[in-house]
């Protein structure tokens, strides 16, 4: 695994306008199913969270470990997790095509891009967050 920080912003800058580009022409192309899903979540091809937020994480995965999806995922979960105790707003970010990373920061090929987590302060104090399923939901108890 590979975590690296960016916070330069005109290395943010150049990293948004790589991502923009790349999802605009993915949002085009995608099935009409998942466009619908998307509005639902109100997320499209803009991603101006990767220059404002003060600092980007991205997480590489080394392909060559056994496990290496799961495991880089799970190093993911816990980060989240101690952000949030922080209490650091961040969201996890996959790019469509990601191998452009691994050229813009000099990444060997064994590295995947797994994740970019831009990091920062909640804007609004009053925010709350998305519910979670309950735990009788995510593991079909009835009751």
Excluded at 4 to 31: F, G, N, S
Excluded at 79 to 101: D, F, G, H, N, R
Aim: hydrophobic share 35%; charged share 25%; glycine share 2%.
């Amino acid at each position: 695994m590979r975590f690296l920080v960016v916070t330069d912003k005109p290395t943010k800058k150049k990293i948004r306008q790589t991502c923009e580009k790349m999802e605009k022409k993915y949002h085009k192309k995608a099935p009409q199913k998942l466009r619908s899903w998307y509005i639902s979540r109100e997320t499209d091809w803009h991603k101006p969270f990767l220059e404002i937020a003060p600092a980007l994480i991205f997480v590489f995965s080394d392909k060559t470990a056994p496990y290496h999806i799961q495991s880089t995922w799970i190093a993911v979960g816990y980060m989240l997790l101690a952000l949030e105790e922080k209490k650091l707003a961040s969201l996890t970010y996959t790019p469509s095509k990601i191998k452009w990373a691994n050229s813009m920061f000099n990444i060997p090929q064994n590295y995947i891009l797994q994740v970019i987590i831009p990091v920062g302060k909640l804007r609004d104090p009053n925010y709350k967050k998305q519910p979670r399923h309950s735990l009788e939901t995510i593991l079909g108890i009835h009751t």
